[in-house]
């Protein structure tokens, strides 16, 4: 302990106990003031002021600079604005920190999916499914990842991504109707078209999968 430190202590000690324990309680209670001045990024983000929770974000990097949950708010509410450069361009930053952060990875995957940079987005997508099995948005990945194929026309991947985003929610009639379409494509009619009656099941009038189980009919001879 230097000399300096020691005297502040002593002239501390010095002071009558109720005086000390008022010096502690107002310094706590500016801690405290200066706490609830701050906004709270994630309840913003919440209630969709997604420019005001970047901001509030941006200050927390500039005091905490490795802060994940600010990485990940921000480039959430970018994607959410559809400013899918800006939200990359801080998922690449993110991932310098920390690489394995399955929240980034997937902000990633989706940035560039929507950027249409398809192999760049495959290489996250099949990185986030492979570490965050159990991950609420999975589904969305296997969706995205089956879009990716189709556009690659690589068939046979597409039926497995989007029969796996119906695994995991079998109530989307859309995902069903995608399924139906890549094993089409595959000239894998039957289970085509049973894919298309489940998408019709769910909504009885989308034209696309009525028009794809006339298509398949039509091939098997009904």
């Known amino acids: 302990m230097n000399t300096r430190t020691g ?5 501390v000690l010095k002071k009558p106990p109720f005086l000390f324990c008022l010096a502690v309680l107002l310094s706590l209670a500016s801690v405290n003031a200066f706490a609830e001045d701050k906004p709270d ?26 802060d994940m949950d600010a990485y990940n708010i921000i480039g959430m509410s970018y994607l959410e604005m559809k400013k899918y450069e800006d939200a990359l361009r801080y998922a690449e930053e993110a991932l310098e920190v920390a690489r394995f952060d399955r929240r980034i990875i997937l ?21 986030f499914a492979n570490i965050a099995t159990s991950d ?27 029969s796996t985003a119906c695994y995991y929610d079998k109530e989307v009639a859309e995902w069903w109707a995608k399924a139906a379409y890549a094993r089409e494509m595959a000239k894998d009619y039957f289970f085509s078209l049973d894919a298309y009656k489940k998408a019709l099941a769910l909504n009885p009038n989308m034209a696309e999968a009525k028009r794809g189980s006339a298509r398949v009919k039509k091939l098997m001879g009904e």
Do not use: H, W
Not at 7 to 11: A, D, G, L, W
Not at 41 to 62: G, H, P, R, S
Not at 136 to 161: C, H, P, Q, T, W
């Open 107 to 127: 902000i990633a995957g989706e940035a560039n999916y929507f950027l249409g940079r398809n192999e760049n987005a495959l290489k996250y997508l099949e990185e």
């Open 136 to 162: 609420k948005r999975i589904k969305y990945v296997y969706y995205y990842m089956g879009e990716i194929y189709l556009r690659y026309g690589e068939f046979s991947n597409a039926d497995i991504s989007f």
């Open 41 to 66: 990024a994630q309840a913003l983000y919440n209630d969709k002021k997604y420019d005001e929770a970047i901001k509030a974000c941006q200050q927390i990097l500039v005091e905490t600079p490795k």
């Open 7 to 11: 005297v502040i202590i002593k002239k």
